[in-house]
């Protein structure tokens, strides 16, 4: 595929530790100017020159207006160590990874593909508030908010972002 042919995008699971009881939520965006009037995670395209791993912080950062970071956690990875050689059916386990736990790829209506790479990240210091302001114009309309597990996938059953959000919570329940 060459470069006009694909998009390149990068998003988040958002977690924290709910302030007073310790459970586990995850932050859930709702777009409310769609006629679907849809629920998502946030994700958003590659600026130039920046990293998958930069793009993600920053679209969770700016669709749900929650200073984040990446969350390691062990994932399982065809990718290989340093400097070491791996067959690609081979899959090993990279502890304290921040490297993406799931990919998504769809063909958009002009015939390109778009594929999203998920990262896990994690509200700074479990507790910081949340910035007003920082969306694009695009992303006005988008209401977030950290919700427990169960109604996380609530909101997204029918989803794709179901099964997003399985993964990272297995990941993030090992990691804790």
Same mark, same amino acid.
């Given at each position: ?6 998009? #390149? ?13 310790? %459970? #586990?939520? @995850? ?12 629920? @998502? ?5 590659? +600026? %130039? ?11 969770? $950062? ?7 970071? #990446?969350?390691?956690?062990? @994932?399982?990875?065809?990718?290989? $160590?340093?400097?070491?050689? #791996? ?9 304290? *990874?921040?490297?993406?736990? $799931? ?6 209506? +002009?015939? *390109?593909?778009? %594929?999203?790479?998920?990262? @896990?990240?994690?509200? %700074? ?22 919700? +427990? ?9 029918? *989803? ?17």
């Amino acid at each position: 595929f060459p470069s006009h042919a694909f998009v #390149l995008s990068a998003g988040s699971v958002l977690f924290r530790t709910h302030p007073t009881t310790g %459970q #586990l939520e @995850i932050c859930v965006v709702h777009n409310t100017h769609r006629k679907s009037n849809a629920w @998502i995670l946030p994700k958003g395209r590659k +600026d %130039q020159g920046e990293s998958m791993a930069t793009t993600a912080v920053r679209e969770t $950062y700016e669709e749900t207006g929650y200073p984040c970071e #990446l969350f390691p956690c062990t @994932i399982p990875t065809r990718s290989p $160590y340093p400097g070491k050689s #791996l067959k690609p059916y081979v899959i090993l386990e990279a502890k304290d *990874s921040v490297e993406p736990f $799931y990919m998504t790829v769809r063909e958009l209506k +002009d015939g *390109s593909l778009k %594929q999203v790479w998920w990262y @896990i990240t994690w509200l %700074q210091g479990n507790s910081a508030e949340k910035v007003e302001g920082v969306s694009m114009p695009s992303e006005e309309g988008y209401e977030s908010e950290f919700v +427990d597990v169960p109604r996380a996938l609530e909101v997204f059953e029918g *989803s794709f972002f179901k099964e997003i959000v399985i993964k990272a919570v297995d990941l993030v329940t090992k990691a804790l």
